[in-house]
């Protein structure tokens, strides 16, 4: 299970560390639900030079794909958030794609 967050480029490297040895030791704090030792983070991409993106990935015991999963990740998700703003990181929501189409009478040649 993967999952990403964009947070603000001008976060400090140490901070990104710690957030991130924060996210593992959840993990490993709950050995009935994740691989503590098969999750991990990394940093995936700059994002338009104002974002940093940060990619998680957890290894969910068992029965990941049933009902249990949705908790979990809700769990975890409310933990991230709780430790952006105890290390006061900004984050970002994901970039909204749209297709923009006009209608031909509106088209005007030049």
Known sequence: DTFSMTVDSHTPMETLNAFGEDFLAYCRALPNDYKGDK???YLREIKEATGLVIEFYTAQQN???????????????KFLKERCEHYKIQYF?????????L???LLVNM
Do not use: D, F
Not at 93 to 101: L, M
């Open 39 to 41: 999750c991990g983070w």
């Open 63 to 77: 029965n990941w794909q049933t009902g249990p999963h949705y908790p979990r990740r809700h769990e975890l998700i």
């Open 93 to 101: 929501q994901p970039t909204q794609r749209a297709v923009v189409t």
């Open 103 to 105: 209608p031909e009478n």
